[in-house]
């Protein structure tokens, strides 16, 4: 990350997932990088997406600031249920829980984490997305809470954007797409087809690195392109 300051600090949401852990690992060999603060729904103090208050009991006992913050947190299987391809197949509480992990979690760590996040310098707010969540892209259809859930996601991440840039006009927010990645998540859809964490970690490190702050949020893949909203 070589448009951070030298020395920067990084705190990593959903460190215990595949690319969570791949993005601890990559920034840990970042010589410029002073810290890496990995975060896992027990460490340092357990908490959950869907409870606001253990979330503002987290950012509490953490001590700032952050010049990175990569949010890794997201599920595509929800207590046991999939994501649905046909209209039959669609529950309630299925899609309220899919909005509550995905979506929802997101504005909660924005609300009480962004305030750690260095001020009067460059800083960035990463979050992990999926293409999915595109509602231009659309053109196979099915999967409706992981697609509605991301959609509200990448909303949610570009109205914080506009409102975070007046305090800190230097800082980039960026809503990732980190391909199909080898992960408990994808796995029982694609199984072993798919990219390494690593290297789609090492695509969306050099992506964000080049992002410039605009005041918006940016949809992009670890291939640097961006993604229509």
Not at 108 to 133: D, F, I, T
Not at 150 to 167: C, D, F, P, V, Y
Not at 197 to 218: C, F, I, K, Q
Request: net charge positive; glycine share 8%; proline share 6%.
């Amino acid at each position: 990350m070589l448009h951070l300051r030298d020395g920067y600090r990084a705190l990593v949401i959903g460190a215990s997932g595949a690319i969570g852990q791949a993005f601890c690992d990559a920034l840990r060999r970042d010589t410029r990088c002073a810290a890496v603060v990995p975060l896992t729904r027990t460490h340092p103090q357990p908490w959950d997406l869907r409870d606001e208050a253990s979330i503002a009991a987290l950012a509490m006992s953490m001590t700032g600031p952050f010049h990175l913050v990569v949010d890794a947190t997201g599920a595509l299987t929800i207590d046991g249920r999939g994501p649905e391809k046909r209209l039959p197949d669609l529950d309630a509480n299925g899609l309220v829980a899919s909005l509550q992990v995905n979506a929802i979690g997101l504005l909660l760590l924005l609300r009480h984490l962004s305030p750690m996040m260095a001020r009067g310098e460059r800083v960035v707010w990463a979050k992990l997305s999926a293409r999915v969540g595109s509602i231009e892209d659309n053109r196979k259809g099915g999967w409706y809470s992981y697609r509605m859930a991301k959609a509200a996601l990448n909303q949610g991440l570009q109205t914080a954007a506009i409102e975070l840039a007046r305090q800190r006009p230097a800082l980039v927010v960026a809503a990732l797409q980190p391909g199909t990645v080898r992960s408990p998540l994808s796995q029982p859809f694609v199984g072993d087809a798919a990219t390494a964490p690593a290297e789609s970690v090492a695509g969306l490190l050099s992506a964000l690195d080049r992002l410039e702050p605009t005041g918006r949020a940016h949809f992009v893949d670890h291939a640097g392109q961006s993604i229509p909203w």
